[in-house]
């Protein structure tokens, strides 16, 4: 199984990814870890995103090899950032899930400030929410707060033993 937790910086994805990761005993694969270790901090141009998540997605088929499921936790906002693994799970024949996680403006400012990022960096992020592709199929959305965490897992373990 692949479960993908997306949504934007500091909407609670990478709590949430982590938290799963290790309910389930399934690794966790992170688009910024990836990029931090790639060196690739800071790069974002489409070219530089979707070299990531290619990368990720050879992760994942790696990881599925020997793991029942893998968490994958990046912003997937385009949908050329999920069809390398749509193709992935259709390629295996393994059950994809897609959660997107979001919160509210106040919630995702105070996040925001409390990690040091300034208000230039709220406005960014406000475009890349206003830019944020729709899904297409089920997807299972998420409001974050910061201490809903448990309701949030509770959500996803009944979303991912539907059909």
């Known amino acids: 199984m692949i479960i993908i937790i997306s949504g934007l910086q500091d909407s609670g994805k990478s ?9 389930f005993d399934f690794p966790l694969i992170s688009s910024e870890r990836l990029r931090a270790r790639l060196q690739a901090l800071g790069k974002y141009r489409l070219k530089d995103k979707l070299f990531i998540y290619e990368k990720m997605a050879r992760l994942a088929q790696q990881n599925l090899k020997s793991n029942k499921g893998v968490i994958i936790d990046a912003p997937f906002s385009q949908q ?16 994809i899930r897609w959660i997107f996680v979001n919160t509210s403006e106040d919630i995702f400012k105070g996040r925001l400030i409390k990690s040091g990022s300034s208000e230039t960096a709220f ?6 929410r206003d830019e944020f592709e729709p899904f297409v199929g089920r997807v299972l959305k998420l ?7 448990d309701k949030m897992i509770k959500a996803v373990e009944r979303f991912i033993k539907q059909d």
């Open 80 to 95: 050329a950032s999920r069809d390398p693994f749509i193709k992935l799970a259709d390629t295996l024949s393994v059950p």
């Open 143 to 149: 409001d974050s707060t910061d201490t809903n965490i």
């Open 15 to 23: 709590d949430l990814a982590a938290k799963l990761s290790n309910k």
């Open 123 to 128: 406005k960014v992020l406000k475009t890349m």
